[in-house]
């Protein structure tokens, strides 16, 4: 028979579909797999309705074979096959698609699985083959064929002998190029790592001869090399299998092998959902952050499957970034591809699955930190400010998502406490959640601002990640009482009694406030009396607005140089203190030295807060001007 073209615009599109649709040569036996696998499926499908045509699906199979002096791959099935017709319809017309005309005639009530609905699949082998030759056999016919192709020229249909019904594809490998290995694909191993990769769930065996070593029975004998037909494929996906039905180790080993981890994970989630997306889910949250979690070489995303078939990996779009440490996989029979299969469409169906993952994801922590907080609090020490970060993402659009999932250290027993459980135990009439910053809680204690506080045993939270009050600062509140650092603006501690007795000694004292103020005061707003210390001589606290804690976290920023932010400061001093008394003999008797007073404090503050001061020099030669007056 002589050449046939194409029936569409063959070589502008042929070669779209190999070079440009696909991104990765090896997809192309993914799709062949799928193919072999529908015509396994209409074949059982027609055996169900014609007695005659019925077969065991237990015989039905999928044969891989490689040869290396022909250089071909040929994948044999035993499906529904082609007549000639078919042939032309479904391998002459690129783009049109058997398995969506068969699948559109099934009704609802019989429906079944069809992978390939593109009709593009089968064309990916041209990415690898220069000629493809498929021999075949209807399963209603008596007659066999051959389709050969070598691409953009067009295609022959010739009639052969065949005995037995179904498909056989032969792909003639190219020669390797500089940028392209094709001989990579007849190694028995590459094939059964790309069988692995995104066939391991097709429904039916896959199955090829493999060579294997027998050792030498006796010493002195060589080793023996034999062939044995192996199934690459593993067919039942443990996420479809009924849950009751799989142990902890099967989900253990499952993830440790699938996501290359050789630590159990701290939780599974399997579940199935039925709705608007329908789909499978098999989620697992990691015993243990990854080295480089926190990095930007981290790729977070879930893997995706439809109808069992490998899609994508690490799909981001199908998981917030502030859970990006589940791993897992999710498939689903809904969602919409590109045609290609190889990316998804972004659609309202995408949308609806990932608002639903996230649902779970949510539902699942809060039940573990409900039922078992132990673990929580571990998971937490592992992926908590991954959570935190995501309370100030978006401009805080998710925080009310994740504020009681949230978990900070507190002054009461210095253990983890969630925000509904410090509101919880406020104290009658306390409006606020007070919150403490610094690098260690060892140095939060220490801090002169918090010794009061505690005295009225006030519970403080200790925020020591750099992320803890940024985040905060876009929740604002929970349960209506707003949070307040303890060095930032008035506290509110005092009883109008006490108002009054430091408002009468701000009075009192404020032209020896003015002076201290003077020599400092391009570094402070102004100088004035504590209502919040105790036993410490001083304390720098900041306005409302940019903390002094946000000011040291935003000066390590990359471009901190060029967009200096700098917290409104306040230096408070104890009138209780018996530095107060010197100072105000000071400015009675010797006011020359007020300025190395008031210099000496502000540093001294600075010095507490963690601050580096201007000029160490100067600050040491103060103190020892005054130790030797």
Not at 439 to 458: G, H, N, T, V, Y
Not at 557 to 576: F, G, M, R, W, Y
Request: with cysteine; net charge negative.
């Amino acid at each position: 028979m002589s050449k046939v073209q194409f029936k569409t615009e063959s070589k502008r599109l042929l070669d779209l579909f190999t070079n440009s649709i696909y991104t990765h040569p090896d997809i192309f036996l993914r799709e062949v797999i799928s193919n072999a696998s529908d015509a396994l499926d209409k074949r059982f499908y027609l055996g169900l309705n014609n007695p005659e045509l019925s077969v065991d699906k237990g015989d039905l199979h999928i044969q891989i074979d490689i040869n290396k002096e022909a250089r071909t791959i040929t994948i044999t099935d035993n499906g529904i096959g082609m007549n000639k017709e078919d042939l032309e319809n479904n391998l002459g017309t690129i783009a049109k698609s058997g398995s969506l005309d068969f699948k559109n005639k099934v009704s609802e009530e019989e429906e079944i699985d069809i992978i390939g609905q593109f009709g593009v699949g089968f064309y990916s082998s041209f990415m690898v083959a220069k000629k493809i030759i498929v021999e075949t056999k209807q399963a209603e016919s008596d007659k066999a064929y051959a389709w050969i192709s070598e691409g953009e020229e067009g295609y022959e249909i010739t009639e052969i002998m065949k005995d037995s019904i179904g498909s056989k594809l032969i792909l003639e490998l190219k020669e390797n190029t500089e940028n392209n290995n094709y001989d990579k694909y007849l190694e028995e191993y590459e094939i059964k790592q790309l069988v692995k990769k995104y066939s391991d769930y097709v429904r039916y065996p896959i199955n090829m001869y493999v060579t294997k070593t027998e050792p030498a029975e006796k010493e002195g004998e060589e080793a023996k090399e034999i062939t044995e037909l192996e199934t690459l494929n593993s067919m039942v996906p443990l996420w479809k299998r009924n849950k009751k039905d799989i142990n902890d180790e099967e989900y253990n080993e499952f993830y440790k092998g699938k996501f290359m981890d050789w630590q159990d994970p701290a939780k599974v989630i399997h579940y199935s959902v039925e709705g608007n997306v329908s789909y499978t889910g098999l989620l697992f949250i990691p015993s243990q952050a990854p080295m480089n979690f926190y990095s930007q070489d981290f790729e977070p995303g879930i893997q995706l499957y439809s109808k069992g078939v490998f899609i994508q990996d690490k799909v981001k779009d199908l998981i917030p970034d502030y859970f990006k440490f589940v791993k897992g996989l999710i498939d689903s029979n809904d969602i919409s591809l590109n045609i290609s299969r190889e990316m998804l469409q972004q659609d309202h169906q995408l949308k609806l699955l990932a608002k639903s993952i996230e649902k779970k994801i949510k539902s699942n922590l809060e039940i573990m930190l409900k039922n078992d907080r132990q673990a929580y609090e571990e998971f937490f020490n592992n992926f908590g400010l991954q959570l935190k970060y995501g309370l100030y993402q978006d401009y805080g659009m998710n925080a009310d998502k994740l504020k009681d999932l949230v978990l900070f250290k507190s002054s009461k027993e210095e253990k983890y406490v969630t925000l509904k459980e410090y509101v919880e135990r406020m104290q009658e009439g306390q409006e606020k959640i007070y919150y403490a910053t610094g690098e260690s809680i060892e140095k939060i204690k220490a801090l002169p601002q918090i010794e009061r506080l505690l005295d009225k045993d006030f519970e403080v939270l200790y925020f020591t990640e750099n992320v803890d009050e940024f985040a905060i600062q876009f929740m604002r509140a929970y349960d209506e009482k707003e949070f307040k650092s303890i060095n930032q603006g008035d506290l509110d501690l005092d009883s109008e009694e006490e108002k009054e007795e430091t408002k009468k000694t701000s009075e009192e004292n404020k032209d020896l406030l003015a002076a201290l103020a003077k020599p400092i005061s391009d570094e402070v707003k102004e100088v004035r009396i504590s209502s919040r210390l105790k036993s410490h001589p001083v304390c720098l606290i900041s306005e409302d607005g940019i903390s002094i804690e946000m000011e040291k976290v935003l000066a390590q920023a990359p471009d901190a140089a060029s967009n200096q932010v700098k917290a409104t400061k306040v230096l408070e001093i104890n009138p209780n203190h018996e530095i107060f008394t010197t100072l105000k003999n000071v400015y009675e008797t010797k006011p020359e030295l007020i300025d190395d007073y008031a210099e000496i404090l502000y540093d001294q503050a600075l010095l507490i807060e963690g601050l580096s001061i201007k000029d160490p020099v100067a600050y040491a030669n103060r103190v020892i001007k005054l130790m030797t007056k």
